[in-house]
């Protein structure tokens, strides 16, 4: 069976994306990969994300993302892809895994996030977030008055150098060459401010795991080998990202950095139609929680209106069972249908986008195996006098007549569980 949508991911970007998705009736499937939560799961306080004055720590964070998604409806799979068919005609794009079935959506949301790249060397795990950083806006907040080392050559690093500028005592830029590759006027902005350049320097090791801090670092001259200790109290590593995209190669216009291309943003539409991207993995610049859920709404909400606007016709599937199950309703047939006892009366009309998604959900629960309600169908438009007896005044609206009276009426687009729950 096709999903109306899949969300590969379940970071900031993925859990907003299904908070939307569930609330436009689309029940998505989240996929949450082999980070579950994303990238804030790893990291401790998070001061900048609005509504928490008390602050919040990142796993907190995402499980509450997480809670509101499962609240809404969204299907959490602790699944991670391992590789896609994605169709260039609007057709399912299917999700493949290690082991177990594959899965196929109409529309598919890629919210797979980036990760920071790493040096490697002796103490930076030990020490990552006890000093050492991958992001300034995130940390560099805790640094106040205090002595970093930047370590990078492009804009990123000079942005981040400049930023903490702004905070810190005194920080020290660590480039491996004699020359950034950064912008000219980012290079100008670095030499004219007060930042000190380490030039022709790697990081050689950071100390010191057993104190639980960063207290100094180790520098290597890559001309003569030379070595130097240089204290300080964070390192910021800005050595680049990491988009988690290999994945879409050759099926996705990718940029050169490996981050997905969007076609037209802000819209978050990829070069494939009904595939979507949000958050890090189409961001290389704004790369903080915030905007990657900014992103996870522009993407729920740019699917939903993908699928509004495939074409009305009824699918194969749907044409069949609406042949056995669901009935088509008129001024001759109606009052007859109400007689079967407790049935479901879908308004529709063929303009209308929701009520095709409405047909859908429908036809797949009447193909339920336990399934055994009647479900009728009244095109508005074709039967005007039904729509006004019952003053219809939006569409879908699903009525529950019980004995030839109306029962129960549900305004919009309704998910399986709730019309099970209103036959009940
Ligand atoms: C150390 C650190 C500290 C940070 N602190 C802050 C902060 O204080 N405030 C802030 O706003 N931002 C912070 N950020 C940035 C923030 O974490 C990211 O901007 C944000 O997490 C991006 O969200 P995302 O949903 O795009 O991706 P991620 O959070 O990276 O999530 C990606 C998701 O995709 C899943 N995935 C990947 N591949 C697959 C696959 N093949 N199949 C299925 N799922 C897959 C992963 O499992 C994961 O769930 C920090 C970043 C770092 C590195």
């Known amino acids: 069976m096709s999903e109306q949508i899949i969300i590969l991911g379940s970071g900031p970007a993925g859990l907003t994306a299904a908070i939307y998705a569930s609330r436009a009736g689309l029940s998505p499937i989240v996929l949450s990969g082999n980070l579950p939560g994303g990238l804030l799961t790893?990291?401790?306080?998070?001061?900048?994300?609005?509504?928490?004055?008390?602050?919040?720590?990142?796993?907190?964070?995402?499980?509450?993302?997480?809670?509101?998604?499962?609240?809404?409806?969204?299907?959490?799979?602790?699944?991670?892809a391992t590789a896609v068919e994605l169709s260039q005609d609007g057709g399912p794009h299917v999700v493949r895994f290690a082991s177990g079935e594959p899965l196929s959506s109409r529309a598919l949301i890629i919210a797979t996030?980036?990760?920071?790249?790493?040096l490697g060397g002796p103490g930076e795990a030990e020490?990552?977030?006890?000093?050492?950083?991958?992001?300034?806006?995130?940390?560099?907040?805790?640094?106040r008055g205090k002595d970093v080392v930047v370590v990078g050559g492009g804009d990123t690093a000079l942005e981040e150098a400049l930023y903490l500028a702004g905070l810190a005592k005194s920080v020290t830029l660590v480039h491996r060459r004699d020359a950034f590759r950064a912008s000219q006027a980012m290079v100008d902005r670095v030499l004219s401010s007060s930042i000190h350049i380490s030039w022709n320097s790697t990081v050689h090791e950071i100390h010191d795991p057993a104190a639980g801090r960063v207290?100094?670092?180790?520098?290597?001259?890559?001309?003569?080998?030379?070595?130097?200790?240089?204290?300080?109290?964070?390192?910021?590593?800005?050595v680049g990202h990491l988009p988690?995209?290999?994945?879409?190669?050759?099926?996705?216009?990718?940029?050169?950095?490996?981050?997905?291309?969007?076609?037209?943003?802000?819209?978050?539409?990829?070069?494939?139609?009904?595939?979507?991207?949000?958050?890090?993995?189409?961001?290389?610049?704004?790369?903080?929680?915030?905007?990657?859920?900014?992103?996870?709404?522009?993407?729920?909400?740019?699917?939903s209106r993908w699928l509004q606007s495939l074409p009305l016709s009824p699918t194969k599937k749907e044409e069949s069972t609406m042949a056995t199950q669901i009935q088509h309703l008129d001024l001759e047939n109606f009052?007859?249908?109400?007689?079967?006892?407790?049935?479901?009366?879908?308004?529709?009309?063929?303009?209308?986008?929701?009520?095709?998604?409405?047909?859908?959900?429908?036809?797949?629960?009447?193909?339920?195996?336990?399934?055994?309600?009647?479900i009728g169908k009244v095109n508005v438009d074709e039967a005007r006098d039904i729509a006004v007896k019952y003053n219809i005044m939006s569409i879908p609206t699903l009525i529950v007549f019980k004995n030839g009276e109306p029962d129960k009426v549900l305004v919009g687009l309704q998910d399986s569980e709730v019309v099970k729950d209103a036959l009940k």
């Open 335 to 374: 009052e007859d249908f109400l007689k079967k006892g407790t049935v479901l009366v879908d308004f529709w009309a063929p303009w209308c986008g929701p009520c095709r998604m409405q047909g859908q959900i429908l036809a797949e629960l009447a193909e339920e195996e336990n399934f055994h309600g009647n």
């Open 127 to 143: 020490l990552r977030n006890r000093g050492v950083s991958y992001c300034a806006t995130c940390d560099g907040p805790l640094y």
């Open 113 to 118: 996030g980036s990760r920071p790249r790493e």
């Open 42 to 80: 790893q990291t401790s306080t998070v001061e900048n994300f609005p509504g928490f004055p008390e602050f919040i720590e990142g796993f907190d964070l995402m499980e509450r993302m997480k809670a509101q998604a499962k609240k809404l409806g969204a299907k959490l799979l602790f699944k991670n």
């Open 215 to 238: 207290t100094s670092v180790t520098l290597r001259n890559t001309q003569d080998g030379s070595l130097t200790d240089l204290p300080c109290d964070a390192v910021f590593l800005a």
């Open 244 to 303: 988690d995209t290999a994945l879409f190669a050759g099926q996705l216009n990718l940029e050169p950095d490996g981050s997905i291309h969007l076609a037209n943003p802000p819209s978050t539409a990829t070069s494939v139609p009904g595939v979507f991207a949000a958050g890090d993995c189409a961001d290389p610049v704004y790369r903080q929680a915030i905007n990657a859920a900014a992103a996870g709404c522009r993407a729920a909400m740019d699917a």
